[in-house]
């Protein structure tokens, strides 16, 4: 009898925006304590490891992603304040930005079309599907940027949103090896390469580790995300036209 | 008021400008780029930013990899999707994300040498 009402109560909490709300704060903490623990070591991301646990325990329990994120909407709903908040380091560094034009804008176009053509290129020799091709394309591009641009030349804009965030994480953990194995000491490069290529989840990492780095991820973050959304398209047409339809 | 109230507050209100201005206009950028893009202009216009909004932006910033966990959680809705095609997909996205880091670090730093300014990390102020 007790195990029963029990299982009532497991049932009404689980299907609650509370349960989706609470796992995905309990797991996130965690995860940021496991990363401090780590001394802020990359590999040792936050966001991976709050994926991983609460994928795992939505799984345990066989609770679907649309219940999940019933409750964890209210997280995700507050990236758009927090992305229009990056007007503020941004504006801070301003005089700095303005002095640094060139680097800042030709550092864009080359890392937004090799990004492009590298995750496109390699996904395509491999054999991946078109649909997937398209999915991938937008993939250093933020999220919600990325959904736009996936379905508008044929991909699945949520698969896009996936594409985005593993960016994301592979961005923030191995870029630090990267930049130092390439000897960049220059917080503003190393900022702004890890906001390109990273999106949100690379700015959070420069912010965690250095705060001129992290302004020159968040320029670079934001103004990847316009200029993909208006190029990145194009680029695409570009090169189903010299791969030929397939 | 509490300074970091007022400060959201500011931020939603930049927020739904920027979705009306990327309705109306047909853009393709979403509703929060776009604030931030006004937010940026009104910051400079008034030269000095406000505690308010300055108190809310970091307190956001400081916990930006919380908001993406959700949107990273969808990756379960596609496990039998990239079982197929796992290959591809992790190779392309190790390759390009290591080679883009790569490429915009370097032309950034290439180009700041050139344009002349410090290529080694500076202090805020160490400027002459």
Same mark, same amino acid.
């Given at each position: ?246 | ?37 006004? !937010?940026? &202009?009104? %910051? ?8 308010? *909004?300055? =108190? @809310? #932006?970091?307190?956001? /910033? ?24 796992? !290959?591809? &997909?992790? %190779? ?8 883009? *880091?790569? =490429? @915009? #670090?370097?032309?950034? /730093? ?19």
């Amino acid at each position: 009898m007790k195990g029963e009402r029990f299982f009532e109560l497991w049932v009404y909490l689980a299907a609650t925006p509370l349960a989706g709300l609470t796992l995905t704060l309990v797991a996130y903490v965690v995860g940021y304590a496991l990363y401090t623990r780590c001394k802020l070591h990359p590999l040792a991301n936050p966001v991976l490891i709050a994926v991983v646990v609460i994928v795992a325990c939505l799984g345990i329990v066989e609770v679907d992603y649309g219940t999940y994120f019933a409750g964890a909407q209210f997280v995700h709903f507050l990236l758009g304040p927090a992305v229009v908040g990056l007007a503020v380091p941004l504006a801070r560094a301003w005089p700095d930005v303005r002095r640094l034009a060139v680097p800042v804008a030709g550092a864009l176009a080359v890392g937004s079309g090799v990004a492009f053509v590298t995750a496109v290129g390699v996904a395509w020799a491999l054999g991946a599907s078109p649909a997937t091709l398209a999915s991938l394309a937008p993939k250093s591009v933020t999220a919600p940027i990325a959904m736009g641009i996936a379905e508008q030349i044929g991909g699945m804009a949520a698969l896009a949103a996936v594409f985005a965030v593993a960016t994301g994480i592979i961005g923030a953990t191995l870029g630090k090896y990267v930049l130092d194995a390439l000897r960049v000491r220059d917080w503003r490069a190393r900022g702004f390469a890890l906001g390109l290529a990273a999106h949100g989840i690379g700015t959070a990492r420069a912010f965690q580790v250095n705060v001129e780095a992290g302004t020159y991820a968040g320029l670079a973050f934001g103004l990847h995300g316009v200029f993909a959304a208006f190029l990145l398209p194009l680029l695409w047409r570009l090169s189903s036209f010299i791969l030929g339809e397939r | 008021m509490s300074p970091f109230l007022a400060g959201v507050t500011w931020l939603l209100l930049f927020q739904c400008a920027g979705e009306v201005a990327s309705r109306l206009l047909g853009l393709p950028v979403p509703g929060p780029v776009v604030g931030m893009l006004l !937010l940026l &202009i009104a %910051l400079r216009a008034r030269k000095r930013i406000p505690d308010s *909004i300055g =108190a @809310a #932006a970091d307190a956001l /910033a400081k916990h930006l990899s919380l908001l993406f966990v959700p949107a990273g959680v969808g990756v379960m809705m596609y496990f039998g999707h990239l079982a197929g095609e796992w !290959l591809p &997909i992790v %190779l392309a996205l190790l390759v390009s994300t290591v080679v883009a *880091i790569a =490429a @915009a #670090a370097l032309t950034f /730093a290439a180009l700041a040498r050139r344009a002349g300014a410090n290529p080694d990390n500076r202090t805020p102020g160490a400027e002459p």
